[in-house]
């Protein structure tokens, strides 16, 4: 950690009320101790309770040097609890593989990737997710070592 000049939070959907935050925080206070900048990129965040105190996640919003947010949906739960830091709304990381977003030079990537996939029954949208992550695995296999990240423990292919 010593040598990593930023830390790049992303991406994910699990800084809201539902799941706590106060563990993640606790991962931050580790980079801030090491005075090193951090980013929050491509996460969905919320919902929130705007019944709960949220200082310490706001404060912790506040220190980042940057946030890039999926969906304006985000956006608007980080106003709702009185967030009024600058915030960037893009797009899920996973998207950027499409066709639309892909670059015009191809570089053939080399290394380890991370996948951590899971149930997400909050949404009528997420039936497709399975075959989403197929498509996205059958895509990344042939650029990268794919690691799967699964109760703590690491299988890869």
Excluded: M
């Excluded at 939070?9 to 951090?38: C, H, M, Q, S, W």
């Excluded at 040097?65 to 969906?71: D, T």
Aim: charge should be positive.
């Amino acid at each position: 950690f010593k040598k990593t000049d930023q830390f790049i939070l992303a991406p994910g959907g699990y800084l809201n009320d539902f799941y706590g935050f106060e563990k993640r925080i606790n991962t931050v206070k580790l980079i801030n101790y090491l005075n090193k900048p951090y980013h929050i990129f491509s996460q969905s965040l919320g919902p929130f309770n705007k019944d709960n105190d949220h200082t310490n996640f706001i404060n912790f919003l506040e220190q980042s040097k940057s946030i890039i947010v999926r969906e304006n949906y985000s956006l608007n739960n980080l106003r709702v609890i009185g967030f009024k830091g600058n915030i960037s709304v893009g797009t899920d990381v996973a998207f950027l593989l499409s066709e639309k977003f892909s670059f015009k030079k191809k570089i053939k990537p080399k290394g380890n990737i991370v996948l951590n996939f899971r149930d997400w029954e909050f949404e009528v949208d997420a039936k497709d997710n399975y075959s989403k992550a197929l498509s996205l695995c059958k895509y990344l296999i042939n650029l990268f070592t794919l690691n799967f990240l699964k109760k703590n423990r690491f299988d890869h292919f």
